[in-house]
Structures are given as C-alpha cells and as structure tokens.
C-alpha cells in the first residue's frame, strides 16, 4: 500500500477537481449536454429517441447524428438520479478519472526507461500532469462525447501492449478501440490510425506463433463491432455530417486558387494549373490547420478560440510546462524504444481528425493529444531531474522537485480560480446560462398564455426547455417541429407545444395576442417586461415579455 500511497493521492486529486460542484461549474448547461441526457430520459421514458426512434445506433438530434454510447451510458445515471446537471455530467466526471488512472498503468506498461523505479516515477508524474491539466479537466466536468472517446483510447493501446505479453487482452484492445467509434466523430479517424501505428510499432513483439489466436479474436470482435460505423459513415447521414464541418466546406482555398489562376500571366499553362489547384490548395489548409494544434499560443498561451472549449488566460496546458514538452519531445524523438515511439507517434496523430475541419485548431476533436502532451511533460521532468541528479549534489533533486510542485500548485490554483470565478462571471452564456430559469418560469406560466416565444439567438433553445422541465418525451415526438438544415447540414427545433423558438421582432410580436416572449436584451416598453434574467455579475441577459399588458 505504501509504494501506491502518491498514486492514491493523484487519484483524490483527480476525483475532487473533476466532481467539486459538478452541476454547478460550468455555469448553466448547453443544448449538446441537454440532448444527451434528455434523449437518455427519452428512451427511459418511452424506448424512443426525441424523434421517435427506437432505440438508436445514431441520434439525429440536431441533424448532426450524434454517436449513442453516451446517451446509453447516460440511462442509468437518469434512471437513479433523475434527469438533471449531475446525471448528464457523472459519465464524462467518472471516465476522466479512470483515464488518470489509466495512464499510470500504461506509462508503466510501455517501459520507456528502461529502469524500473524511473519508469514508475515517469508512470506516476503523467498522471499528476493529466490530472490537473486544464485541457483533461476542462473535458471532464462537462458532459463531453470526446472524453469517453480518450478514455476508450486510452483503455485500448493499454490492452494492445498487455496483449504482446499475453494475447487475451487484444480483445480489450479491440473492443474498446470499436466503442470508441460510438462516441466521437473524431475517433473514427484517430483510432484507425493509431492502430496501423500500434501495429508497425510493435510488429517483432506482434507476430508470433503463440499471439495467433488472440489476434484472430480480436480482429473479429472488432470488425463485428465496427461494422454499422462504417455503415453509418457511407449513409447519406454520414457524409451530410462530415460535409457540414469538414475544410471542403470552406470555399476559401477555392477562391485563392481562381485568383491566382487569374492574376497569372499564364493562367492556362501546366506550371500554373500543378501551381494552383483545388488539391494543393486544401492540402495546405489541412496541414496549417495541423500544425496549428502544436502551436505555443494554443497549447500554452491562449487556447481554443471558442469559449465553451476554453478558459480565459489559460492555453491547453500550463505555460511553465513548455520547457518539459520541449525536453520531452526531444527525449522521445530520439528514444528508439517502442514504448517511445508508441507515444511520439499518438502525438503526432492527435490532431489528425480535428485538422480536417474549419475551426482549428479545436481543442474538443484534437482532445486525444492531452494524454501524449502529458506524458511527454513528464519525460522532460524525468529527463531533467536525472540529469541534476548527476551532479552528486544529493540536495539539488530534491530542491528541484519541491519547485517544480509548488510552481505547479500556484499554476493550478491559478487555473481554478478562473475556473470557478472568472469563467463563469466573463462568458455566461458560453454554456447558455438563464435557460434553467427560462424553463422553471414558462412551466410555471404555461397554462396562461396561447403561446411562448422563445429567442433563438442562442443554441437549441428547445431541447434546453425540454430537458429542464423534463417535458414528457411522449409529447415531444409528436409535437416537435425541426427547422430546414442550414449551410453546416444542421437544423434547430422549431416548435413543439405551446413553444416556439426564433428571432424575436420587438414591432410586430407585440402585437400578438396572450403571448409571452423570452427575448435577449432588447428594447421593450418596461410596462410589459415581467420578468428580467441576469448574468452573474448582474447583466441583463433575457427579458420576459407579457403582450397583454398595456
């Protein structure tokens, strides 16, 4: 017990970070959370989805066919809680913390020193870095597809390294790698490649006589498995989807090869069309947007640009921890081990899936790469404390260590309090913060009023009614009333009861009869304004309108 009393503390850690207040922090909830818990809610209630499905492999949702295995993992946390913050967020809060754990035994699985005592110390410090990293925990407390996505990954390069020394466990690594494609779109493109990286990697240790059976098990669980994912992915659904987000939706590399084709003197010649085209074009989108995942701003300054994905002040990693990447990408990129390579290689495959899309870099589709970057922080530790332990001056390691924890401890506190304090108080409405208010006001009110409109400046308005007021899924299938897809092959609920959700025209509206409008922060006579909804720091965020008042 004594040599796994620090593990055991890091995984307190982990624990208390990742479940302090989880229904509280992030402030408010938004539509993706409110969609997963309310179609678990959904399919408790009735065997269906939203939309009337039964029991689906894919969830329409918002036109964008969400993987299912978190909604199911959701169930019985709805089934035993109720629909609530707690139930929608436990499964990511849980799966956060087992991957901390996970990458303990996996550090120590893949023995990239080849001491054993500082192998456990490299084992032990990736866990510290992951448990505290703003880029893991940040993933975790929300009710994050992508972090059941990194668990499983996790989960299925330790079982493909336990399967070299005993064959059984390539089915863990098959089985968790095929569930995986259940839960995020991304992993349908990082687990693939991590496979043929795993496979090359360890080819010696692979193919032997004894290992045959394992694989041969293994392969057919997973293909099995995988099997109505790639079906899924050529459906009409599927490539809708990837169309929606992918770089080839932006026409802006189109563009600058038309205009440099124009402005050419030889717009028509061989040189000129191998120069500009369509395929140089958007290969260098996809390879700027890559790199852009490894960029200082990103990873240790600034971070995701969007807000939900980000904390003000903060990159995805600690700034102090620059030092350590950089030792430990040297490290690694010289280290010929295979444990080495398995974790240089996850590196540079991180961002693969999220450099395919328009928004990079996206710390949500590329969140796999925190589990490599905090390994590899840790190399650069490891890798700088033997070397100031070679200097015969016993004290200097000691001292050093002491720093670097008290330097890391004021950097997470600093962390946490923007966490808790400053997020919430800056971007309130990045995790659409009033609706739980919104809803609790328009049950109470439902019965007075023909109609209730409801703004929708803001995401999905009505699977956020539909999740606070647990409004009965029965209902719902029948009622709701989904808007046209729009240019990102995603569409928004419409209507559904006395509900409706658009923009709101503060002329015109006014004049409908026993109407009662939930509009953001517009110009209205205040003799009608019953009601105000304000931020934390007292900001009028929504008015709530009465039409019959004069």
Known sequence: MKKYLLLVLVLILATLLRFISLDKYPI?????????????????????DEHGTSW????????????????YLTIPFVKFLGLNVWSVRLPSAIAGVLTVFLVYLLVNALKIFPDKKKNEALALVSSLLLAVSPWHLHFSRGAWEVNISTFLLVLGVYGFILGLKNSKYFSLFSVSFALSLFTYHSARIIAPLLVIALVIIHRQSLFKKENLKGIIIASVLGIALSLPVVLQ???????SRFSGVSIFADSGPLSYVLEQRRVDPNPDSLITKIKYNRYTAYAGYYFENYLSHYSKDFLFVSGDVIDRSRVPGFGQSYYPLILFVSLGILMLFIDRSPGGRTVFTWFL???????????SP???RSQNEVIPLSIISACGVIMLITFISKLKVKILPIIFSVVLLVGLIFQVKDYLYSYFVTYPRELPMAWQYGFSEIAEFTQAKYSKYDHIIITDRYDQPYILIAFFQKYPPQSLQKELVMGPIDNFGFSTGRQFGKYEFRKINPVSDLKLPNTLLVSEDTPFPESKVIKTIKSPTGIVLFKLIDTNLK
């Open 349 to 359: 495959i991180a961002p693969a899936a999220a450099a395919l899309t328009f928004q």
């Open 56 to 71: 689906p492999l894919v969830f329409r949702s918002f036109d964008d066919y969400k993987p299912p295995l978190y909604v």
């Open 233 to 239: 992915l050529i459906s009409k659904e599927g490539q």
């Open 362 to 364: 996206h710390a949500l």
């Open 28 to 48: 408010g909830l938004n539509a993706d959370e409110a969609a997963l818990g309310y179609n678990a809610y959904s399919l408790l209630e009735t065997g269906k």
